[in-house]
């Protein structure tokens, strides 16, 4: 087919989408204004009667003032029970969290095991951190060696080195994993590297 039969198709298609959007235009519109008329001469359906109020009792200021009294005043039968009322809750993992946290409070730092020179990048020198945290270099430090030697840094000889909860450590192990350089010697020497200046 060529180009120009294949523009002539797409016009032809075109045309009678366009004449089929005429058509629904024109069915649509089709007896309108009589159909409007029609419409907007129906009788309108009637609203639901208000309740009748009662005008004398709402009209007598004397009631009002009263019933803003009864309002304002204190029933002390009522608020004799309400002080008598009491309600304590209890959480079981709040209580043994602030019992934790109480605990660790007493003794709840360690002194550092790994440290990066803190003067020469800006840091601040720590001497301690609380029981059960470590530092981004004690945390590196643990890991690599973990990872370097599984047999001698178990995850227990870790928690107890670092003052670590058990199942915090398991976890740190599993999910963190320090990043590894790997250097890939190129196949033949002729290859061009980089070398270091």
Same mark, same amino acid.
Request: glycine fraction near 6%.
């Given at each position: 087919?060529?180009?120009?039969?294949?523009?002539?198709? !797409?016009?032809?298609?075109?045309?009678?989408?366009? &004449?089929? @959007?005429?058509?629904?235009? &024109?069915?649509? =519109?089709? =007896? +309108?204004?009589?159909?409007? /008329?029609?419409?907007?001469?129906?009788?309108? *359906?009637?609203?639901?009667? %208000? /309740?009748?109020?009662?005008?004398?009792?709402?009209?007598?200021?004397?009631? @009002?003032?009263?019933?803003?009294? !009864?309002?304002?005043?204190? =029933?002390?039968? +009522?608020?004799? +029970?309400?002080?008598?009322?009491?309600?304590?809750?209890?959480?079981?993992?709040?209580?043994? @969290?602030?019992?934790?946290?109480?605990?660790?409070?007493?003794?709840?730092?360690?002194? +550092? %095991?790994?440290?990066? *020179?803190?003067?020469?990048?800006?840091?601040?020198?720590?001497?301690?951190?609380?029981?059960?945290?470590?530092?981004? $270099?004690?945390?590196?430090?643990?890991?690599?060696? /973990?990872?370097?030697?599984?047999?001698?840094?178990?995850?227990?000889?870790?928690?107890?080195?670092?003052?670590?909860? !058990?199942?915090?450590?398991?976890?740190?192990?599993?999910?963190?994993?320090?990043?590894?350089?790997?250097?890939?010697?190129?196949?033949?020497?002729? $290859?061009?590297?980089?070398?270091?200046?």
């Amino acid at each position: 087919m060529t180009l120009l039969a294949h523009r002539r198709q !797409l016009a032809v298609f075109r045309n009678m989408s366009n &004449m089929g @959007a005429r058509v629904s235009r &024109m069915f649509r =519109n089709f =007896n +309108l204004e009589n159909r409007v /008329h029609r419409e907007i001469s129906k009788e309108k *359906p009637r609203a639901a009667p %208000r /309740h009748e109020a009662d005008l004398s009792r709402s009209s007598g200021g004397s009631e @009002a003032a009263e019933t803003a009294e !009864l309002v304002s005043q204190k =029933n002390a039968p +009522l608020l004799g +029970l309400l002080r008598s009322v009491y309600v304590e809750s209890k959480d079981p993992a709040a209580a043994e @969290a602030s019992q934790e946290v109480s605990v660790e409070t007493e003794g709840a730092r360690r002194p +550092l %095991r790994f440290s990066l *020179p803190g003067g020469q990048y800006g840091l601040v020198e720590l001497s301690d951190v609380p029981r059960g945290k470590l530092t981004i $270099a004690e945390t590196l430090k643990a890991l690599g060696s /973990h990872q370097s030697q599984p047999q001698t840094w178990t995850p227990g000889k870790i928690a107890q080195e670092y003052s670590l909860d !058990l199942k915090d450590t398991k976890a740190l192990l599993e999910f963190f994993i320090p990043f590894q350089v790997h250097i890939i010697p190129p196949k033949t020497q002729s $290859a061009k590297q980089i070398k270091a200046s």
